[in-house]
């Protein structure tokens, strides 16, 4: 529906129409994530302090780890992922991901796997596309978001839209 309307209006409004047809699906960020990698990060610290040792610099670059903690922290709160004309782009701060082609996504499904992927949350879904690709995100709206792939590729299979 939505791409039928886009193609219908795209020669009057032009570009200006399809900048704003550009839809932007924030990631679903999980709490515990966020306390996983802090404890990951800062544990020698915590673990330090508690034997009441001081904190050796040489050993241990303080600052070094909490520039890399909030990059971390960055990459997590800004991932998203936009959907524009016929692809879905997959961003985390500033890393692009994947470029995927909508028409080629098979189906989109609910998905609790822990592999590594752009979905900053336990609650995901993965969404294959072409023969064996896949990819796990985790969009706040995963019912908006599916909606959204649907009204492109009407071929999708989803239990989520059921």
Do not use: C
């Not at 020698?44 to 034997?51: A, G, L």
């Not at 985390?92 to 189906?107: E, M, V, Y």
């Not at 609910?110 to 592999?115: A, D, G, K, Q």
């Amino acid at each position: 529906m939505i791409y039928q309307f886009r193609e219908k209006y795209r020669s009057i409004f032009g570009s200006f129409f399809v900048y704003f047809a550009n839809m932007r699906f924030n990631s679903k960020v999980s709490p515990l994530l966020v306390m996983i990698v802090a404890v990951a990060f800062f544990a020698p610290v915590i673990n330090t302090s508690f034997n009441g040792s001081q904190i050796n610099t040489e050993q241990l670059p303080f600052g070094l780890l909490v520039v890399i903690y909030g990059f971390v922290m960055y990459m997590i709160f800004n991932t998203h992922y936009t959907i524009q004309d016929n692809v879905l782009h997959v961003q985390s701060g500033f890393i692009k991901f994947r470029k995927i082609d909508i028409l080629s996504i098979t189906s989109v499904e609910p998905s609790r796997n822990l592999l590594s992927s752009p979905a900053p949350s336990f609650d995901r879904i993965k969404v294959r596309y072409g023969k064996l690709n896949m990819v796990l995100l985790s969009p706040k709206d995963k019912k908006g978001f599916t909606e959204a792939l649907a009204a492109i590729n009407p071929e999708i299979e989803s239990s989520i839209l059921g």
